[in-house]
Nanobody
Framework: QVQLVESGGGLVQPGGSLRLSCAASRSIFSIYVMGWYRQAPGKQRELVAAITRGANTPYADSVKGRFTISRDNAKNTVYLQMNSLKPEDTAVYYC??????????WGQGIQVTVSS
């Protein structure tokens, strides 16, 4: 079992920045992939960004050039730096982790609201 705890969300004005953190309850050194998803009201959950064991970092087209995902193995934490935020980025953001031979784990979700 792994617990994922997200932090860093909140209310920000358009054009602003936030950094989300996802802290895992055990080492992420061997993780297969870890990522961020989001779900806006009335929409399906979508992948925002991910980071793989091999350090590949796929991004949704809508966030390319604005968001950056990174990981700190020593802190068992993955980050999502979000710049130039837009109102359409408003959603609940979820952390996801996939270890080899285990089911995927999800965080509880954190609200990000972009509004003036």
């Amino acid at each position: 079992q792994v617990q994922l705890v997200e932090s860093g969300g909140g209310l920000v004005q358009p054009g602003g920045s936030l950094r989300l953190s996802c802290a895992a309850s055990r080492s992420i050194f061997s993780i297969y992939v870890m990522g961020w998803y989001r779900q806006a009201p009335g929409k399906q959950r979508e992948l925002v960004a991910a980071i793989t064991r091999g350090a590949n970092t796929p991004y949704a087209d809508s966030v390319k050039g604005r968001f950056t995902i990174s990981r700190d193995n020593a802190k068992n934490t993955v980050y999502l730096q979000m710049n130039s935020l837009k109102p359409e980025d408003t959603a609940v953001y979820y952390c996801n982790a996939k270890f080899p031979l285990e089911p995927a784990y999800w965080g509880q979700g954190i609200q990000v609201t972009v509004s003036s």
